[in-house]
Nanobody, 116 residues
């Protein structure tokens, strides 16, 4: 059974940090690169970061140098360490396989709000 459960979001001040977690079913996690995506109010969901099965990472220009993606095979989990947060990072964050699209199953996501 497919499942993706994101957690760790919250309200944080500009310049602060958060660590997001994603527990994924083995069928998704073991056979794919994994990624984080986000959707801000009134905008389409966008790619944030990915990590391949071999550990190669890739980031969108908007988060490069501030966010770090990690994966833990023992826990079937993916993490997103977010530092130096800015208001533009406010969004609902989702994890999924790399190259996931609207036809794929998506979890509930976790809300990140950056505000003073």
């Amino acid at each position: 059974q497919v499942h993706l459960v994101e957690s760790g979001g919250g309200l944080v001040q500009p310049g602060g940090s958060l660590r997001l977690s994603c527990a994924a079913s083995g069928s998704i996690f073991r056979n794919n690169g994994m990624g984080w995506y986000r959707q801000a109010p009134g905008k389409q969901r966008e790619f944030v970061a990915s990590i391949s099965s071999g550990g190669f990472t890739y980031y969108s220009d908007s988060v490069k140098g501030r966010f770090t993606i990690l994966r833990d095979y023992a826990k079937n989990s993916v993490y997103l360490q977010m530092n130096s947060l800015i208001a533009e990072d406010t969004a609902v964050y989702y994890c999924n396989k790399r190259y996931a699209d609207v036809r794929d199953y998506w979890g509930q996501g976790t809300q990140v709000t950056v505000s003073s």
